[in-house]
C-alpha cells in the first residue's frame, strides 16, 4: 500500500542525508523504504544486513559492492576490500570513505536490518558514508530502533530525518483499503473499534482483516493487538497455522531455525525426503517464502514470519531445537560451507565442532581482514566458559590478540591456554603450537625462543606452514643473540619451507631479516636484491596490512637510502608509520627490531625527529621486555647516534604510537568526545594528542590536519 503522505515528506527534505526508519516488527519499514527508493532518481542500492555484518571490513564489502553495481567507484578501493591482511584498527573508514571521492552522481542507498549491527565501528562507518556521498545522495536506514549514530548529523539540525512507529501506524483510510483489499467490509464504528484495538499497527490490521475475512466479524475480536508490536512475534495467530496441515505447521517451525531454505537442507534437518516440493509449494502462495535474490531455488522467511514461528516452536518442542541445529549444522559442514555450520553448531552448544571448525577458519578470516569475525567466534568460548576446554582455541586467540598488537588480550588467552593445556591429555602437536606461541610472546631470552622454535619445527606435522614461522624464530632468536651467521642459513631455510607450504607472510619476513644481515657484513647489492624480494612476496601475497610489512619496509627504506633515493626511502617509512600502532609489546623482539630498523632509516636522512619518536616507542618495550638480546644495546646506540644530530625541525615523521591511532579517527566526524569512547580514553587526552598532531604537523585545525596527513600519504597504502 503506497504511504502517499509519508512518501511526500521523505522526498521533500532538502537537507536530510540519512531517513531513519525506526520501529518495532511490522510496521512497513521496508516497504516504505522501497517505495521512496524507487520514487527517487538516480542510481538505488540495497543492502539487506543479517548478524555476519557486524565486522567493519563485511559491512564494508557488501556497500561497496552494492554502490558500484549502480556507479562505479574507485577500483583501488575495492582491491583494498578484498586484500588478505588486517587493517590497522580505525584506518578502514577513512579508506574507505576516501574511495568514495571517485562516484559522480548522486546515490541512494537502504541498509534493512540495521537493528542487527551492533558494533559500534560499523555504525560509525554508516555515518561516514552517509555524510560523504556526492551532494544529494540519501542513505535510509530501516531499524527496529533508533542507531546509535555520531553526534555529526545533528549539527547542522535536519541532517537526519526520523520516522518512527507514531508515523507508520495506519490511519482510518489506510485501514479501510487494507480491508477492502482481503474483500472485508465492516461499519465505520468496527473499522474504529479495530483501529483502536490495533493502534494502527499494519501487521496487526492485516492479520485481523486476514481472520475476518477467513472466519468472520468475531475472529477478529482476539487477532493482533498492537501491544508495541509484539504479539506477533508472542505466538502466531490462530488463523495463521489453524489452516494449515499439521505437518506443514511442523515444517514450518522446525525450518525456521534457518536462515535460508533448499530442499536438501530442509531434507537434512528433518530428515526427510520432498522438501524441494514443500518449498515450491509454499512459495506458490507467495505469503510464506521469499525467493532468495541470486540463489536458484533458495528461499527465506520474512523475518518477522520467522520470529513468529521460531517462538512457537520454543512453545510446541523446546527439546527439538538443538537437535535441528545439530543436523543444519552437519549439512552445512558437509557441503563446504562451514562459516554457517559455527553459526548452528554455537547454537546447539557443540563446542567441539564450533572448535574443530574455528581452528581451521580463524586465520583465514584474520587473513582476509575480517578481523571482528574471527575475534567474535573466540569470544563465543569465552562467553560460554568453554576456553580452557579447547586448548588449541586459546593458542590461536593469543596468537591473533598478539598479531593486532593487543598485549593484555594476548597474555589473557595464552594464560588460558597454559591452564587447558595442564589439564588436558599429552598432545604433541598441541604441546608445539603452545611452543611457538611462546616465540612471539618472547617473554624470556633468545635462548628460550630458540628452544621453543625448536620443539614448535620438531612436533608440528611436516605439512604444517606454521614450521616456517618456527624456522623463521629460530633464526631470529640467533640473530639477536649476535649469531649472524648461524641465523642467516636458517633464515634461507625458512623461505624455502615457506615457500613450498604457501607460508607468504614467514617468508617475506625471513628475506627481510637475511636483509639485515647482508647490510651488517656491508654487502649493500645483496640487501638490496634481498629486501626487494621480501617486497615482492608481501605484494604479491597482499599482505600490506600484516605488522611484519612494517619491518619490510623499514629494511627496504636503508636499502634506498644507501642507494641515495631519498624518495622511496621516505615512501617506505610511511607506510612502515601507518603500522606502528601495532608494534606493541605483544611481540616485543619483533617490534622493536622493526622501530630500530626505522630509526637507522631516520637516522640516514638526518632525522632526529623521527629517529627519537620511534626509539622512544622502542624503549618503552624494553622496558616492558628488556630480554631482548643485542636490542637494548642498539636502542642506546642508536638514541645516543639522535642526539649527536641535535635537535631538529619536528614534523609528522615524530608523532607517536598513541598519536597515530588516533589519526584515522580524526578524519571522520565523531567528537573529540566519541572518539574517546571509541579509544578508551578521556576526551581531554583525545584533546592533548590532537594538539600535539597539529603541532607536528604544522597546522593549527582538524581539517588542515586532514588534508595534510593525506599529501605525506599516511593511513594510505
Known amino acids: 500500500m503506497p504511504r502517499t503522505a509519508l512518501l511526500e515528506r521523505l522526498l521533500t527534505v532538502p537537507a536530510a542525508r540519512l531517513v531513519c526508519v525506526a520501529a518495532p516488527a511490522g510496521y512497513g519499514k521496508t516497504t516504505l523504504l522501497a517505495q521512496w527508493a524507487e520514487r527517487r532518481t538516480g542510481p538505488r542500492a540495497w543492502v539487506t544486513l543479517d548478524r555476519h555484518d557486524n565486522d567493519p571490513v563485511v559491512l564494508l564489502r557488501y556497500l561497496a559492492a552494492a554502490i558500484d553495481r549502480v556507479d562505479p567507484i574507485d577500483p583501488e578501493l575495492l582491491r583494498f576490500l578484498e586484500a588478505p591482511g588486517a587493517a590497522v584498527p580505525g584506518s578502514l573508514i577513512s579508506r574507505f570513505v576516501a574511495g568514495l571521492s571517485s562516484l559522480r552522481h548522486p546515490v541512494t542507498v537502504v541498509l534493512d536490518n540495521l537493528e542487527l549491527l551492533v558494533n559500534q565501528e560499523c555504525l560509525d562507518a554508516v555515518a561516514e558514508v552517509g555524510l560523504r556521498l556526492p551532494a544529494g545522495s540519501r542513505v535510509g536506514l530501516a531499524s527496529r530502533a533508533r542507531p546509535t549514530l555520531p553526534s555529526a548529523l545533528a549539527h547542522p539540525p535536519g541532517q537526519v530525518l526520523d520516522v518512527g512507529a507514531q508515523e507508520l501506524a495506519m490511519d482510518e483510510g489506510e485501514v479501510r483499503a487494507v480491508l477492502e483489499g482481503a474483500g472485508v467490509r465492516l461499519s465505520d464504528a468496527e473499522v474504529a473499534e479495530l483501529l483502536e484495538r490495533t493502534e494502527g499497527w499494519p501487521v496487526g490490521v492485516y492479520l485481523a482483516s486476514s481472520a475476518v475475512a477467513g472466519e468472520g466479524r468475531s475472529a477478529a475480536a482476539g487477532t493482533a493487538e498492537s501491544r508495541n508490536g509484539q504479539a506477533a512475534a508472542d505466538q502466531p495467530p490462530p488463523d495463521l497455522l489453524g489452516r494449515l496441515s499439521p505437518p506443514t505447521v511442523a515444517f514450518l517451525t522446525r525450518t525456521a531455525v534457518l536462515d535460508e531454505l533448499s530442499g536438501p537442507l530442509c531434507d537434512a534437518v528433518l530428515e526427510m525426503r520432498g522438501s524441494d516440493r514443500v518449498l515450491e509449494s509454499l512459495a506458490g502462495s507467495r ?107 586459546a593458542l590461536l586467540g593469543a596468537q591473533l590478540e598478539a598479531l593486532l598488537g593487543n598485549v593484555a588480550s594476548a597474555e589473557r588467552w595464552a594464560a588460558m591456554a597454559e591452564r587447558g593445556l595442564s589439564q588436558a591429555p599429552d598432545d604433541a602437536t598441541l604441546d608445539a603450537s603452545m611452543a611457538l606461541l611462546r616465540t612471539m610472546l618472547c617473554r624470556h631470552s633468545m635462548a628460550a625462543v630458540r628452544a621453543d622454535a625448536a620443539a614448535a619445527f620438531d612436533g608440528l606435522a611436516h605439512d604444517n606452514p606454521w614450521r616456517a614461522t618456527a624456522l623463521l624464530m629460530e633464526g631470529i632468536s640467533l640473530l639477536l643473540d649476535g649469531q649472524g651467521d648461524r641465523a642467516d642459513p636458517i633464515l634461507a631455510r625458512a623461505v624455502t619451507v615457506a615457500g613450498r607450504h604457501d607460508a607468504a607472510p614467514a617468508a617475506a619476513a625471513a628475506l627481510a631479516e637475511r636483509a639485515t644481515l647482508a647490510m651488517d657484513r656491508g654487502q649493500w647489492d645483496e640487501a638490496g636484491r634481498l629486501a626487494d624480494r621480501a617486497l615482492a612476496v608481501m605484494r604479491a601475497g597482499r599482505l600490506e596490512d600484516y605488522p611484519m610489512a612494517a619491518f619490510i619496509h623499514a629494511v627496504a627504506a636503508r636499502t634506498v637510502l644507501r642507494q641515495g633515493d631519498g624518495g622511496r626511502g621516505r615512501e617506505h617509512l610511511t607506510r612502515a608509520t601507518n603500522l606502528r600502532p601495532l608494534l606493541t609489546s605483544a611481540m616485543p623482539h619483533r617490534s622493536v627490531q622493526t622501530l630500530t630498523e626505522m630509526a637507522r632509516a631516520y637516522l640516514a636522512l638526518e632525522d632526529a625527529a623521527g629517529a627519537r619518536a620511534v626509539l622512544r616507542q622502542a624503549g618503552g618495550i624494553v622496558r616492558q621486555r628488556p630480554s631482548l638480546g643485542v636490542l637494548p644495546g642498539q636502542v642506546d646506540g642508536l638514541r645516543a647516534a639522535a642526539d649527536r644530530l641535535g635537535q631538529e625541525t619536528v614534523g609528522a615523521s615524530s608523532l607517536t604510537a598513541a598519536e597515530l591511532r588516533l589519526l584515522p579517527l580524526l578524519s571522520t566526524h565523531l567528537s573529540l568526545l566519541e572518539i574517546g569512547e571509541r579509544l578508551h580514553l578521556s576526551r581531554n587526552t583525545v584533546k592533548t594528542h590532537a594538539v600535539s598532531i597539529y603541532r607536528k604537523l604544522g597546522v593549527s585545525s582538524r581539517s588542515e590536519a586532514m588534508q595534510r596527513v593525506r599529501e605525506l600519504g599516511l593511513l594510505d597504502r
Open 287 to 393: 505469503l510464506l517464502l521469499v525467493e532468495v535474490e541470486h540463489r536458484d531455488r533458495w528461499y527465506r522467511y520474512h523475518q518477522l514470519l520467522r520470529e513468529m514461528l521460531l517462538a512457537e516452536l520454543e512453545r510446541r518442542e523446546p527439546e527439538l531445537i538443538p537437535t535441528l541445529h545439530t543436523r543444519a549444522a552437519a549439512w552445512y559442514e558437509a557441503n563446504g560451507r562451514p562459516e554457517l555450520a559455527v553459526d548452528h553448531a554455537q547454537a546447539a552448544g557443540d563446542g567441539d565442532r564450533v572448535a574443530r571448525l574455528v581452528a581451521a577458519l580463524a586465520f583465514r578470516a584474520y587473513a582476509g581482514g575480517r578481523v571482528q569475525t574471527a575475534r567474535g567466534w573466540f569470544q563465543w568460548f569465552e562467553d560460554h566458559g568453554l576456553v580452557e576446554c579447547h586448548p588449541r582455541i
